[in-house]
């Protein structure tokens, strides 16, 4: 990967800038802002944790993403007086004046963010950020936080199902540009899908901010606009050696193309001579670069015959033409048939490398399709995704939230009607059960692939993995031990409680899943003791059991309400 230069940095800095002004935000925001201001409690501490409740695509894990872009975010978070002039217009007509004030000298100074690391392996409930500082800020960074996480996140994880799908041996290009939410949503997928596990990506700008490689072949518009070998020009190529004067590759391809329905037993006469015209106009814009889409009329009677008198004409000359795109039909099918003539091609006409051309596959491939594609044979190289993986067809939202779980050091819950939104009170470190084989390699690109890899075979399942019990070590994921002891703690209640959780009679009751989910994906959320420097442990993840005895109002409150 080409690393992105110091104008592409400058660029991205400055792209965050613009995608994400400080008022891309809710309404709402500011009026409670307001009203912490009006209050006089603006400026009390106060921890927001982010996360999402459910694996996406009814899989088991997701891909934390998104974190890069709210560092910029909070780095350039200011009001301009543009800003505050708009603000007054639509704020009502009660709001204090001296609220524009503070609103237009406040900044991100006094905000601390721990995070997971980007591009980790993360799980349902466990807390992917934490915000803390004064109660008006955090709030106020609450959706242009969640709009910078959920869709990178989301089509981060949705790459690395794709990739899972496909298997290790087939390159995977990334070309949803057109297909996304607007060109913001099409930068982003192409960012975030490079490090979910593509390989390269059609968007230019993406190659140029985040230094992706990008690839290209052609549309089927760019053979339709030939409609004869007149219009080929120039006609004329220089052999790669530079030995030759220009050679006439009109006449040099027409040679080749009837030895090739000669090898094949093809009728030259259903030849499409526009498609020759456009495949030899490419060819000689670019000998090194030719990968020609070969569907445009007729893959058997014409596209391919014609690509192989192209390809033929550039080895003669020395160069190295690259192979074909498929478009439509059935590509497992077609992709056997064209490496059969590959293979024809290189016995008969002594090229060797000419049977490992690229096939490449393109036809709205979607995770099922790619998990198919696995299932048959075919001879497909590169897959090309587009629609189904930028747009996330099969769950539009991760539907991370961002909750308040303390204020001025005491911890605050949200209980809720529904049961699925209630919170879990205080702030947390969070923790990675790691199989006695297992390491913890999530920070750059290759080292999500390989730690995808690691995954138990359950959670790389594409459909909800079955609960199991594993033998694990601790690892922390974010932030210190304080005390040896609390290590110690901890490992006599998982010890304790790991083999029995699933069975226990409040598990049951509440139809709560959480902490098992957790058990099953080799994460355990740790907490630290509600203000007493003790120790806090969950055996139901919402529903509270302690372990040591100092017990405070609210988690009185938890037990009355759960009845244990």
């Known amino acids: ?235 004329t190529l220089v052999a790669a050696n530079g030995d030759h004067d220009n050679i006439d590759l009109i006449s040099l391809t027409k040679g080749w193309l009837g030895r090739v329905c000669e090898l094949l037993g093809a009728e030259s006469g259903k030849i499409h001579e526009g498609e020759l015209a456009a495949f030899l106009s490419y060819a000689i814009a670019y000998p090194h670069n030719f990968l020609p889409v070969i569907d445009s009329y007729s893959v058997t009677c014409s596209g391919l015959l014609n690509f192989c008198a192209v390809a033929l004409s550039l080895f003669e000359l020395e160069y190295s033409p690259l192979g074909v795109r498929l478009d439509s039909g059935d590509l497992c099918r077609q992709s056997v048939e064209v490496r059969h003539v590959f293979r024809l091609c290189s016995e008969q006409f002594s090229i060797p490398a000419f049977q490992s051309l690229l096939i490449v596959g393109t036809n709205n491939i979607s995770e099922y399709s790619m998990a198919e594609l696995n299932k048959k044979e075919n001879e497909i190289d590169v897959v090309g995704v587009g629609t189904h993986l930028v747009t996330c067809t099969r769950q539009p939202s991760l539907g991370c939230v961002y909750k308040l779980v303390e204020v001025r050091g005491s911890p605050r819950m949200k209980f809720s009607e529904d049961p699925e939104k209630s919170t879990v009170p205080g702030r947390k470190a969070v923790y990675r059960m790691l199989d006695t084989e297992g390491e913890d390699t999530a920070e750059t690109r290759e080292k999500v692939q390989s730690s995808i890899q690691t995954l138990h075979p359950r959670h790389k399942r594409l459909q909800e993995p079955d609960s199991y019990i594993v033998s694990f070590k601790v690892h922390l994921l974010c932030g210190d031990m304080e005390q040896r002891q609390e290590l110690d703690c901890l490992g006599y209640w998982i010890e304790r409680h790991l083999t029995c959780c699933h069975s226990h009679p409040a598990f049951l009751q509440c139809k709560c899943t959480h902490l098992y989910t957790h058990l099953c994906t080799h994460t355990l959320i740790y907490y630290k003791a509600l203000g007493m420097g003790g120790v806090l442990d969950f055996k139901v993840c919402i529903h509270l059991l302690i372990i040591k005895s100092n017990i405070q109002n609210v988690q009185m409150q938890l037990f009355s309400r759960l009845n244990l």
């Open 1 to 235: 990967m080409a690393a992105p230069s110091s104008q592409s940095c400058t660029a991205l800095e400055r792209s965050i800038r613009e995608r994400v002004p400080t008022l891309l935000t809710d309404l709402y925001q500011f009026t409670m802002a307001y009203a912490y201001w009006r209050s006089g409690r603006h400026n009390e501490p106060a921890v927001f944790e982010l996360f999402f409740r459910d694996n996406p695509f009814g899989g088991g894990f997701s891909l934390f993403s998104g974190m890069h872009d709210c560092l910029l975010f909070l780095q350039s978070f200011r009001f301009t007086d543009e800003d505050v002039e708009y603000l007054r217009s639509v704020l009502p007509p009660a709001t204090d004046p001296a609220f524009f004030l503070f609103l237009r000298e406040l900044d991100c100074s006094g905000v601390t963010l721990h995070s997971v690391p980007e591009g980790t392996v993360v799980f349902a409930r466990v807390p992917l950020m934490e915000v803390s500082g004064p109660l008006a800020v955090v709030q106020l960074l609450e959706t242009s936080l969640l709009c910078l996480v959920n869709y990178a996140s989301l089509v981060c994880s949705n790459a690395a199902r794709f990739r899972l799908a496909a298997g290790s041996r087939r390159k995977l290009l990334e070309m949803g540009l057109r297909r996304a939410q607007g060109p913001d949503g099409g930068l982003t997928a192409s960012r975030y899908t490079y490090v979910g596990g593509f390989d390269m990506t059609s968007n230019v700008q993406a190659g140029f901010l985040f230094g992706i490689p990008v690839a290209g072949t052609m549309a089927h518009s760019y053979v339709t606009s030939f409609s004869s070998l007149e219009e080929v020009w120039p006609q």
